[in-house]
């Protein structure tokens, strides 16, 4: 059964941090390239951070750059998400699913994020 629940969101101040969990099901996450993605009010979902199935590769959005930082547990089947430096755009809600997921795919039912200035 696949499965994927986030949590660590919260409200916060801008220039704080914040570090995201992924509790996935083995069938959703081994094996599979893993993304964090987020929606903000009125606009489409977007992907943020992936990391390949090993691990060893990362990438990140231009407006996360330098700030969020992805990791995986492959023994835990955990995905993280660390965030820094935290703007007010950065506010929405944080899903994680495969880097490649669809919108008509299952979703978990994400964790919201707050960054207030």
């Known amino acids: 059964q696949v499965q994927l629940v986030e949590s660590g969101g919260g409200l916060v101040q801008a220039g704080g941090s914040l570090r995201l969990s992924c509790a996935a099901s083995?069938?959703?996450?081994?094996?599979?390239?893993m993304g964090w993605f987020r929606q903000a009010p009125g606009k489409d979902r977007e992907l943020v951070a992936s990391v390949n199935w090993s691990g060893s590769r990362t990438d990140y959005s231009d407006a996360v750059k330098g700030r969020f930082t992805i990791v995986r547990d492959n023994y835990k089947n955990t995905l993280y998400l660390q965030m820094n430096s935290l703007k007010s755009e950065d506010t929405g809600l944080y899903y994680c699913?495969?880097?490649?997921?669809?919108?008509?795919?299952?979703w978990g039912q994400g964790t919201q994020v707050t960054v207030s200035s």
């Open positions: 083995r069938s959703a996450f081994t094996g599979y390239d």
């Open positions: 699913n495969k880097k490649r997921a669809k919108k008509d795919d299952y």
